[in-house]
């Protein structure tokens, strides 16, 4: 396996890191009350070397506190998941992984990755009516591979995977889609802020009762540009409400409307940036591509009377508030065979406003790589550090650079404006 060296630079941090490919990342979130440790491999190692929970150690934790209890092995990235007890909120860990394998039987250099127990968690929110699994992959701080393969996310049912945090009072959040993978026309992933999260609930029996009802929220989203068995995806921008607990006392009786988006256009993946926020009683959405410049696509307040004028909750100022999917399965035609858990991919969710350090990843395309960063910056090339001679490589975010002998040893590092 040849190698390829990357320098990742800021004003406030530098790193050194040789790397095959690509590097394996770790992250971490809850999950019923236990941790999940996330690390998603390059394809090349073999998927019998991941799933061996004795692989896998956190050196430098005590082992009556921090143990590993369980694994499992998400397909879609060939990632695995450790559910871990004894994590702490915010603490830094790493975890060490050997005796691995490449597909071709040989050993794989043994990977140690570090991650933060950061103060998430994860919900299947409905029922999961089709059967097909949800999960969560956390892929460094700030990303997530979201999994689902819920019937809907409309009218008066929801079916999605959710990575969120208790928020209470105004927020202020990005995100970047990176891709999802084509599925229904109308697969919606984005930034989501709920009342509650319904959580295993199944459809309404009687959408009358309030009891039976799922929860107000609003979603900023993207759709697919296609489907899962071959027809174009709706490829837009699009903003979700329920105004109303289950749509109950709403004009109409509407569940769910999509309020529409007169300055609509196809979401540039990779980077189709997503915001929502909050100030008092108002949501604002925004599209980006980014993640600095934004353009306005909806303002909204949840009514505080329905429409025989009878008092409605204020929409709480402790909300859930994070990542969504729902890949909507039920509307692939059973016909077609395709109907099956379905991926999303988010990057850099955090905070808007905060000072986001460049990270340069970097990925294998044939006899190419392609190295790719956020947050502007220019990408400079150097071959021997000793000299300390930096020179611009042509072009942005994305850059395809050819692999050929001279290029596996270069350094690269982004300097940000």
Same mark, same amino acid.
């Given at each position: 396996?040849?190698? /390829?060296?990357?320098?990742?630079?800021?004003?406030?941090?530098?790193?050194?890191?040789?790397?095959?490919?690509?590097? @394996?990342?770790?992250?971490?979130?809850?999950?019923?009350?236990?941790?999940?440790?996330?690390?998603?491999?390059?394809?090349?190692?073999?998927?019998?070397?991941?799933?061996?929970?004795?692989?896998?150690?956190?050196?430098?934790?005590?082992?009556?506190?921090?143990?590993?209890?369980?694994?499992?092995?998400?397909?879609?990235?060939?990632?695995?998941?450790?559910? $871990?007890?004894?994590?702490?909120?915010?603490?830094?860990?790493?975890?060490?992984?050997?005796?691995?394998?490449?597909?071709?039987?040989?050993?794989?250099?043994?990977?140690?990755?570090?991650?933060?127990?950061?103060?998430?968690?994860?919900?299947?929110?409905?029922?999961?009516?089709?059967?097909?699994?949800?999960?969560? $992959?956390?892929?460094?701080?700030?990303? /997530?591979?979201?999994?689902?393969?819920?019937?809907?996310?409309?009218?008066?049912?929801?079916?999605?995977?959710?990575?969120?945090?208790?928020?209470?009072?105004?927020?202020?959040?990005?995100?970047?889609?990176?891709?999802?993978?084509?599925?229904?026309?109308?697969?919606?992933?984005?930034?989501?802020?709920?009342?509650?999260?319904?959580?295993?609930?199944?459809? @309404?029996?009687?959408?009358?009762?309030?009891?039976?009802?799922?929860?107000?929220?609003?979603?900023?989203?993207?759709?697919?540009?296609?489907?899962?068995?071959?027809?174009?995806?709706?490829?837009?921008?699009?903003?979700?409400?329920?105004?109303?607990?289950?749509?109950?006392?709403?004009?109409?009786?509407?569940?769910?409307?999509?309020?529409?988006?007169?300055?609509? $256009?196809?979401?540039?993946?990779?980077?189709?940036?997503?915001?929502?926020?909050?100030?008092?009683?108002?949501?604002?959405? /925004?599209?980006?591509?980014?993640?600095?410049?934004?353009?306005?696509?909806?303002?909204?307040?949840?009514?505080?009377?329905?429409?025989?004028?009878?008092?409605?909750?204020?929409?709480?100022?402790? $909300? =859930?508030?994070?990542?969504? =999917?729902?890949?909507?399965?039920?509307?692939?035609?059973?016909?077609?065979?395709?109907?099956?858990?379905?991926?999303?991919? /988010?990057?850099?969710?955090?905070?808007?406003?905060?000072?986001?350090?460049?990270?340069?990843?970097?990925?294998?395309?044939?006899?190419?790589?392609?190295?790719?960063?956020?947050?502007?910056?220019?990408?400079?090339?150097?071959?021997?550090?000793?000299?300390?001679?930096?020179?611009?490589?042509?072009?942005?975010?994305?850059?395809?650079?050819?692999?050929?002998?001279?290029?596996?040893?270069?350094?690269?590092?982004?300097?940000? @404006?």
């Amino acid at each position: 396996m040849c190698r /390829f060296y990357v320098l990742i630079v800021s004003s406030a941090l530098t790193v050194i890191s040789a790397v095959g490919a690509e590097m @394996p990342q770790a992250g971490a979130l809850a999950r019923s009350g236990k941790w999940e440790v996330s690390v998603d491999f390059p394809p090349e190692v073999a998927r019998n070397s991941i799933v061996q929970i004795g692989n896998y150690s956190l050196p430098g934790t005590s082992p009556s506190l921090v143990t590993i209890d369980a694994i499992r092995y998400v397909p879609h990235d060939n990632a695995a998941v450790l559910t $871990v007890s004894g994590l702490v909120t915010n603490d830094l860990y790493s975890v060490k992984i050997e005796n691995l394998l490449d597909t071709t039987g040989d050993d794989f250099p043994d990977i140690s990755v570090s991650f933060r127990a950061r103060a998430m968690s994860w919900a299947e929110i409905g029922a999961r009516e089709l059967g097909f699994a949800s999960d969560v $992959v956390s892929v460094g701080e700030t990303g /997530f591979d979201l999994i689902n393969g819920g019937s809907e996310m409309w009218g008066r049912y929801d079916e999605s995977t959710f990575a969120y945090d208790v928020v209470t009072g105004d927020f202020d959040k990005r995100v970047r889609v990176h891709m999802q993978e084509p599925s229904s026309a109308l697969a919606r992933a984005g930034i989501m802020v709920r009342e509650t999260l319904d959580e295993g609930k199944r459809r @309404p029996v009687d959408p009358s009762n309030p009891e039976e009802a799922f929860s107000r929220y609003l979603q900023v989203h993207v759709n697919p540009a296609g489907t899962a068995f071959g027809e174009a995806g709706n490829n837009l921008y699009q903003i979700n409400i329920r105004y109303f607990t289950g749509g109950i006392g709403g004009t109409n009786f509407d569940a769910t409307i999509n309020p529409e988006i007169t300055n609509n $256009v196809a979401p540039p993946y990779t980077n189709a940036w997503l915001r929502l926020r909050r100030v008092g009683d108002v949501f604002e959405t /925004f599209r980006g591509n980014d993640g600095t410049n934004w353009i306005p696509i909806g303002s909204f307040s949840f009514p505080t009377n329905d429409v025989d004028g009878a008092a409605v909750p204020k929409f709480p100022e402790t $909300v =859930y508030l994070g990542v969504n =999917y729902s890949a909507e399965v039920g509307n692939i035609p059973d016909s077609t065979g395709e109907r099956r858990s379905f991926m999303a991919q /988010f990057r850099e969710y955090g905070n808007v406003g905060t000072l986001d350090l460049p990270i340069l990843t970097i990925s294998r395309e044939g006899s190419s790589v392609r190295l790719e960063w956020q947050g502007g910056g220019t990408l400079l090339s150097n071959t021997n550090l000793a000299t300390d001679t930096w020179t611009p490589v042509p072009g942005t975010s994305p850059v395809t650079i050819p692999l050929t002998p001279e290029k596996w040893k270069e350094f690269f590092k982004v300097r940000i @404006p």
